[in-house]
């Protein structure tokens, strides 16, 4: 069984703290990995995207992946209310070329003013 | 330009009734995903679609699932009968750039 863990959280920062989110995934053969922001009652939306290992910057977000370890995270800079929701991890398994995603079931994020 | 158009938004129905999910994805993408989303298992891949070909239904939950796209611009996916148990938030998203998948607003199905 092919997983992505999350921590359910939730995670509470104040305002304009760095919020680190971690995931980690049991297929060595995932080569893709996905975060996904989703509020409340709404869908997910796709926030970032990382292929290979290192960092990737985007704005405020920073996604790190390390296929050695098979870790994922993504850090938010000066966290603001706005950013509360639940973070969604997922990775893409190789033999099926990238497109079956795996979802971890999400970490709840609560920045507080 | 619009995106992933999901019908209906909600529905309540009871045990032993067929229920029609219908998704119109973005237009030009050739990837078409339906997911199911529950508090307990989180976002479960059910079946995905790639120029209107069922590529993998290994997450359809049983043969009471089945899934359909007729074209490009439109998909359906029936319960029948459905189940309590079937109750959840059914997304469909689609792409053209590979894993770059636009959700749906989602369907919420609650059977009684």
């Known amino acids: 069984q092919k997983e992505v863990e999350q921590n359910s959280g939730p995670l509470s920062v104040p305002e304009g703290a760095i919020a680190s989110l971690n995931c980690t995934y049991s297929d060595r053969g995932s080569q893709s990995f996905f975060w996904y922001r989703q509020y409340s009652g709404k869908s997910p939306e796709l926030i970032m995207s990382?292929?290979?290992?290192g960092d990737k910057e985007d704005g405020r977000f920073t996604a790190q992946l390390n296929k050695a370890s098979q870790y994922v995270s993504l850090l938010i800079r000066d966290s603001q209310p706005s950013d509360s929701a639940t973070y969604l991890c997922?990775?893409?398994?190789?033999?099926?070329?990238?497109?079956?995603?795996?979802f971890g079931t999400g970490t709840r994020l609560l920045v507080s003013p | 330009d619009a995106g992933v158009i999901q019908s209906p938004r909600h529905e309540v129905t009871e045990m032993g009734q067929e229920v029609t999910l219908r998704c119109k994805p973005i237009?030009?993408?050739?990837?078409l995903f339906w997911y199911r989303q529950t508090m307990m298992r989180g976002l479960e891949l059910l079946i995905y679609f790639n120029n209107n070909v069922p590529i993998d239904d290994s997450g359809m939950p049983e043969d009471r699932f089945s899934a359909k796209m007729p074209n490009a611009s439109f998909s359906t996916l029936k319960i029948q009968p459905s189940e309590p148990r079937d109750s959840a938030v059914y997304f469909c998203?689609?792409?053209?750039?590979?894993?770059?998948?636009?959700f749906g607003p989602g369907t919420r199905l609650t059977v009684l």
């Open positions: 997922a990775g893409g398994p190789w033999d099926t070329g990238f497109q079956k995603l795996v």
């Open positions: 990382i292929y290979s290992n």
């Open positions: 998203a689609s792409s053209l750039i590979v894993n770059e998948q636009f």
């Open positions: 237009s030009g993408h050739d990837y």
